[in-house]
């Protein structure tokens, strides 16, 4: 079980097994209308966006770089990673931190939904309708109360190679 204080925190992570099926657990999070989901193992905080100050020269992903409790995090705009458009910050929107071999990278998203366990084997393989790009970067899918979310493999998505 995940415990999140405030949705802002994530506090501590405890994996669990129903009558001996591996359940996994993410966090959805909504990139315009479309609903992914990416590994609580891999989350360290979700927390509301601060002041994300630019960085000259850098691609258009990057956001910029934002302080958060004294810890300096680039803010990636994965929408634009998805060919998805332009993230358009609102109130709902938040920086989900992502523990990476590269150090804490901020993902901004929409909003984020709602924590999910998730029993292995119900994971389907992504839909072959989408886009090649888009589809390397979905580890699967799986069918949840609000519809369909992707699962995001996020460090190969956040580091994939520029073209």
Same mark, same amino acid.
């Given at each position: ?13 405890? +994996? ?57 995090? *680039? ?17 709902? +929107? ?14 901004? *998203? ?25 589809? +390397? ?8 109360? *609000? ?17």
């Amino acid at each position: 079980m995940l415990v999140v204080d405030n949705k802002n925190e994530v506090v501590q992570d405890i +994996s669990r097994e129903k009558e001996g099926e591996q359940i996994l657990q993410f966090i959805g999070i909504r990139l315009g209308k479309e609903l992914y989901g990416i590994p609580v193992v891999k989350i360290r905080k979700i927390a509301k966006p601060l002041q994300i100050t630019s960085i000259p020269g850098t691609t258009p992903h990057i956001m910029g770089l934002m302080n958060l409790h004294g810890e300096i995090l *680039c803010v990636v705009d994965v929408k634009i990673l998805l060919n998805m458009g332009k993230v358009i910050p609102g109130e709902n +929107s938040r920086v989900v931190v992502i523990k990476t071999a590269e150090g804490l990278v901020g993902v901004f *998203c929409d909003e984020v939904i709602d924590i999910y366990d998730i029993v292995r084997k119900n994971i389907e393989t992504a839909l072959s309708t989408l886009s090649a790009e888009i589809s +390397s970067y979905i580890q699967g899918q799986v069918q949840i109360d *609000c519809g369909l979310m992707g699962i995001l493999d996020i460090e190969k998505l956040l580091f994939k190679q520029e073209k």
